[in-house]
Nanobody
């Protein structure tokens, strides 16, 4: 079972920044895609950003230009740098890791709370 642990959440004022981390229990080279999702109270979980093993990235429109997803292969860790935060960015942020093909699996972290005050 692959374990993911998020950290870096907290309370920040609008316009501020946070950096989330997602550390994996296995070599990140064994993972094809990693992503950040978030879930606001009363809303469905939504994709925020994703990154492949080749370094390709994609973002939901609402965070483009403000958030940056990256991965540090040496530290087996994925990051989400969040700048110019808005109250609507508030929610629980989850990281997910996927392995494709034979023996495919998917694993979620427990989440970290991000609260942006106005």
């Amino acid at each position: 079972q692959v374990q993911l642990v998020e950290s870096g959440g907290g309370l920040v004022q609008a316009g501020g920044s946070l950096r989330l981390s997602c550390e994996t229990s296995i070599s990140i080279f064994s993972i094809d895609t990693m992503a950040w999702y978030r879930q606001a109270p009363g809303k469905l979980r939504e994709l925020v950003a994703a990154i492949t093993s080749y370094g390709s990235t994609n973002y939901t429109d609402s965070v483009k230009g403000r958030f940056t997803i990256s991965r540090d292969n040496a530290k087996n860790t994925m990051y989400l740098q969040m700048n110019r935060l808005k109250p609507e960015d508030t929610g629980v942020y989850y990281c997910i890791a996927d392995r494709w093909g034979v023996g495919a699996w998917s694993s979620w972290g427990p989440g970290t709370q991000v609260t942006v005050s106005s």
